[in-house]
């Protein structure tokens, strides 16, 4: 089974690390490789960090935009994508997508409520869902709500051709076993 990871960020950081520990291939993809035209990378799933869109933590939102057509093809294919919130009121931070979401700043904390038994509802086992923090909420998206704080959706997913993509606005890193089942024995697919 594949089970090869790429963390998309600027340098290495301790996510790579929880990735590895559970059993999973972590590759470090800056945001000058992504961008870069003659890059191919061959993984089963890619891993973005809350804060992506924050020109203070990141300048990983310019290469995403211009790697766009290719996140589509790499998830169309069967490529599994997981992003976190973007750290910034952008409401467009997500628009290089390969599905509508528009996003609203509101750092909140509080009571997570999961509206689906779908897989990616994992994603905080362990933690207390009394006690959540998030970087904002997704004001409208064309996917499945998973989890909300009040009425604002937190934790969307949408199949996209053989693919799938989860997007949430949670500070907290995946658990193990959401980690563990959504990566493993996935498709390695070129992005």
Same mark, same amino acid.
């Given at each position: 089974?594949?089970?090869?990871?790429? *963390?998309?960020?600027?340098?290495?950081?301790?996510?790579?690390?929880?990735?590895?520990?559970?059993?999973?291939?972590?590759?470090?993809?800056?945001?000058?490789?992504?961008? &870069?035209?003659?890059?191919?990378?061959?993984?089963?799933? *890619?891993?973005?960090?809350?804060?992506?869109?924050?020109?203070?933590?990141?300048?990983?939102?310019? &290469?995403?935009?211009?790697?766009?057509?290719?996140?589509?093809?790499?998830?169309?294919?069967?490529?599994?994508?997981?992003?976190?919130? %973007?750290?910034?009121?952008? %409401?467009? &931070?997500?628009?290089?997508?390969?599905?509508?979401?528009?996003?609203?700043?509101?750092?909140?904390?509080?009571?997570?409520?999961?509206?689906?038994?779908?897989?990616?509802?994992?994603?905080?086992?362990?933690?207390? %869902?009394?006690?959540?923090?998030?970087?904002?909420?997704?004001?409208?998206?064309?996917?499945?709500?998973?989890?909300?704080?009040?009425?604002?959706?937190?934790?969307?997913?949408?199949?996209?051709?053989?693919?799938?993509?989860?997007?949430?606005?949670?500070?907290?890193? %995946?658990?193990?076993?959401?980690?563990?089942?959504?990566?493993?024995?996935?498709?390695?697919?070129?992005?």
């Amino acid at each position: 089974m594949t089970n090869r990871c790429a *963390l998309l960020w600027d340098e290495k950081i301790v996510f790579s690390r929880l990735i590895e520990e559970c059993g999973l291939s972590c590759e470090h993809v800056t945001p000058h490789l992504l961008a &870069a035209p003659f890059y191919r990378g061959r993984y089963a799933t *890619l891993i973005i960090p809350a804060g992506f869109a924050n020109p203070a933590y990141s300048q990983l939102l310019p &290469a995403l935009r211009a790697s766009s057509g290719r996140i589509r093809r790499y998830v169309e294919s069967g490529g599994k994508l997981v992003v976190f919130g %973007p750290g910034i009121d952008r %409401p467009d &931070a997500y628009d290089w997508l390969p599905f509508d979401v528009t996003y609203r700043h509101l750092h909140q904390r509080g009571g997570l409520e999961c509206v689906s038994s779908h897989l990616c509802a994992s994603l905080f086992a362990g933690y207390d %869902p009394a006690s959540i923090e998030s970087d904002g909420y997704f004001s409208s998206h064309a996917g499945e709500v998973i989890a909300k704080m009040g009425e604002g959706a937190v934790l969307i997913r949408s199949g996209v051709g053989e693919g799938e993509v989860v997007a949430t606005t949670i500070h907290e890193y %995946p658990s193990r076993a959401f980690l563990g089942e959504f990566c493993r024995g996935s498709v390695e697919t070129f992005l």
